[in-house]
């Protein structure tokens, strides 16, 4: 066929639009024995160029753009699900910049894709509440980037396929910051927690699995204008406190020990 006409084929699919050297090739549109269609552009027998793909209720699939009969380029699908996907593509696939939206409309993930996942820069918006923008790769974050928690604690810091995971600061809705390095999700290495309120200000050591152990330093909210120094090592933690009671002599658990005075500003140090 050269020209415009149609075509029957055994398998029962029907093409009526231009044809070029026997090959489908300028405008027409191809409906599939199930009832689906393809309507736009074709090349050398392909959809190529710019077209509509619609379901067999007539509602539309894909619309956008096309090479060798893959959606590629930019274009917006609408899926089985309701969930739209508008942005850029690739050999049938989401990749580039695009975002997608959940069927009532709000917006699910917006950034950078590869291969249909996730990859590069972006933000997700979590359906209970939580909110990431920042590096990903393959789907799970990545790299650098922030998570915003539905009671509003926020980490921003470093991750590793879907975890925290390296150096970062994590602050909790309370006041209380924990700076310093993260593994697997946990609190996992050397690190700081300030405490919002209450008399321990710092906590400086090393922690694992989200629980310290080790040495640590423990720094007092100063109360009044004497303090104490002493080391005790208890419980596997060296503490170093300024103690915020005003006695030559101490008690705290059943030891007993002499310490030395030394004035002191009110400011905590």
Same mark, same amino acid.
């Given at each position: 066929?050269? *020209?415009? #006409?149609?075509?029957? @084929?055994?398998e &029962?699919? !029907?093409y009526? =639009? %231009? $044809?070029k050297?026997?090959?489908?090739h300028g405008?027409?549109t191809?409906?599939?024995?199930?009832?689906?269609?393809y309507?736009?552009?074709y090349?050398?027998g392909?959809?190529?160029?710019k077209?509509?793909?619609?379901?067999a209720?007539?509602r539309?699939k894909?619309?956008?753009e096309?090479?060798e009969?893959k959606?590629?380029g930019?274009?917006?699908?609408n899926?089985?699900?309701g969930?739209?996907?508008?942005?850029?593509w690739?050999d049938?696939?989401k990749?580039?910049?695009?975002n997608?939206?959940?069927?009532?409309?709000?917006v699910?993930?917006d950034?950078?894709?590869k291969?249909?996942?996730p990859? *590069?820069? #972006?933000?997700?918006? @979590?359906?209970? &509440?939580? !909110?990431?923008? =920042? %590096? $990903?790769?393959?789907?799970?974050?990545?790299g650098?980037?922030?998570?915003?928690?539905?009671?509003?604690?926020?980490?921003d810091g470093?991750?590793?396929?879907?975890?925290?995971?390296?150096?970062?600061t994590?602050?909790?809705?309370?006041?209380?910051?924990?700076?310093?390095?993260f593994?697997?999700?946990?609190?996992?290495?050397k690190?700081?927690?300030?405490y919002?309120?209450?008399?321990?200000?710092?906590?400086?050591?090393?922690?694992?699995e989200?629980k310290?152990v080790?040495?640590?330093?423990?720094i007092?909210?100063v109360?009044?204008?004497?303090?104490?120094?002493?080391?005790?090592?208890?419980?596997?933690?060296?503490?170093?406190?300024?103690?915020?009671?005003?006695?030559d002599?101490?008690t %705290?658990?059943?030891?007993?020990?002499?310490?030395?005075?030394?004035n002191?500003?009110?400011?905590?140090?």
């Amino acid at each position: 066929p050269h *020209g415009r #006409g149609k075509k029957i @084929y055994p398998e &029962g699919d !029907v093409y009526e =639009g %231009e $044809w070029k050297n026997g090959l489908r090739h300028g405008q027409g549109t191809l409906k599939w024995k199930d009832g689906s269609a393809y309507e736009g552009e074709y090349k050398d027998g392909k959809a190529h160029g710019k077209g509509i793909t619609k379901y067999a209720d007539g509602r539309v699939k894909y619309d956008g753009e096309w090479k060798e009969d893959k959606a590629n380029g930019n274009g917006t699908c609408n899926f089985d699900d309701g969930c739209v996907y508008a942005g850029e593509w690739k050999d049938d696939k989401k990749h580039g910049q695009g975002n997608i939206k959940r069927p009532d409309g709000s917006v699910e993930y917006d950034g950078e894709w590869k291969d249909n996942l996730p990859d *590069g820069n #972006g933000t997700f918006n @979590y359906k209970n &509440g939580n !909110v990431y923008t =920042g %590096e $990903w790769r393959a789907n799970k974050q990545h790299g650098k980037g922030v998570m915003t928690y539905a009671n509003q604690d926020s980490y921003d810091g470093e991750w590793k396929e879907g975890f925290r995971d390296g150096t970062g600061t994590l602050k909790y809705h309370n006041g209380d910051v924990y700076v310093g390095e993260f593994g697997k999700g946990n609190m996992h290495g050397k690190g700081t927690y300030e405490y919002a309120t209450g008399d321990i200000l710092k906590s400086i050591g090393e922690w694992k699995e989200g629980k310290k152990v080790g040495l640590f330093d423990d720094i007092v909210r100063v109360r009044k204008q004497v303090y104490y120094d002493y080391d005790e090592v208890k419980s596997h933690a060296k503490v170093k406190r300024e103690a915020p009671w005003d006695e030559d002599t101490d008690t %705290e658990e059943g030891t007993t020990r002499r310490s030395k005075r030394r004035n002191v500003s009110l400011s905590p140090p």
